[in-house]
């Protein structure tokens, strides 16, 4: 058998660094394909789903025009209750600006003139509160269905969920407010109690034993380790009774797996 000299060698060597260049080529070319396949379908997916939300927009837009057109026919020919009510459809308040308004309070003062004009509820309150919104409150209320745009207290929940301003918020709230600068005792008060009104209401608390229900529930939480509290508030329970129960199976749970632990360790 012959014996390779260096240039038979440096020509092999240079052969199988050039396949090698190949296969790279070919390899990074496929990675590239690959890349370019899966930035095209997520393009396609959220081009669709803009689609999607667009045409949800023009529908809900439509339907709130079908509704105030109603109302105005209703206004002009006598009917509806209060026909001064259904005549001027643009509500006389300044739109909701998130970067100046404290969402919770700008739908406290939209109820408050609501009622003032005495406007229905459950034909007027939504659709004009809808023409008055702007930024992610916006946003919220053009994802509701058609049927929960025209009812106000589903646009009123989405909304105060775009702003985290649920059940739990506004218990954070309740507890931790402080009086501001300059400040009254007075509007303190109001603030104060406005938050605890609006924490009851998520809360579907009617009277005084589901309030004492709420508040055991709430100190039950506080009194329990992180863990244990998290899996608490997960899991939701409605009654003091049902959070003891759940509190006792879960430490059951905790104490079988750190018993399962140690003996895996022996």
């Known amino acids: 058998m012959p014996l390779l000299t260096l ?11 050039s396949q090698n260049n190949v296969y790279k080529k ?5 990675k590239e394909r690959q890349i370019e396949l899966e ?25 709130l025009e079908i509704q105030k057109s109603k109302q105005a026919e209703a206004g002009n020919n006598g009917y509806g209750g209060n026909s001064q009510t259904s005549k001027g459809r643009a509500p006389k308040l300044p739109s909701f600006n998130q970067d100046r308004d404290d969402i919770d309070a700008y739908l406290h003062r ?26 992610d409150a916006l946003l919220e209320y053009s994802s509701l269905s058609l049927q929960d745009a025209i009812n106000y207290d589903k646009v009123k929940t989405a909304v105060l969920k775009a702003y985290h301003l649920t059940t739990d918020g506004f218990r954070k709230r309740f507890r931790e407010v402080k009086p501001t600068e ?3 005792g007075s509007r303190f008060v ?21 309030m004492q229900d709420l508040i055991l529930r709430e100190q039950f ?3 329990c380790s992180k863990d244990h509290a998290t899996l608490l508030k997960e899991s939701k329970p409605a009654t003091i009774t049902g959070m003891a129960k ?21």
């Open 39 to 63: 930035f095209n379908a997520k393009k396609k997916l959220i081009e669709a789903q803009e689609k999607v939300e667009q045409e949800k927009a023009n529908q809900l837009e439509i339907q």
């Open 182 to 184: 300059n400040e009254t």
């Open 110 to 135: 939209f109820e408050l003139y609501a009622t003032s004009q005495k406007w229905n509820k459950t034909t007027e309150w939504a659709t004009n509160l809808g023409a008055l919104l702007q930024g």
């Open 246 to 266: 759940l509190s006792d199976q879960l430490s059951d749970e905790i104490v079988l797996r750190n018993k399962r632990w140690l003996s895996c360790q022996k």
């Open 221 to 223: 939480v506080n009194c």
């Open 26 to 30: 070919e390899e990074n070319e496929e």
């Open 7 to 17: 240039g038979m060698m440096a020509r092999i060597l240079k052969s199988i660094v």
């Open 190 to 210: 109001t603030r104060l109690t406005n938050y605890l009104q609006r924490w009851m209401e998520l809360e579907e608390v009617g009277n005084f034993l589901q």
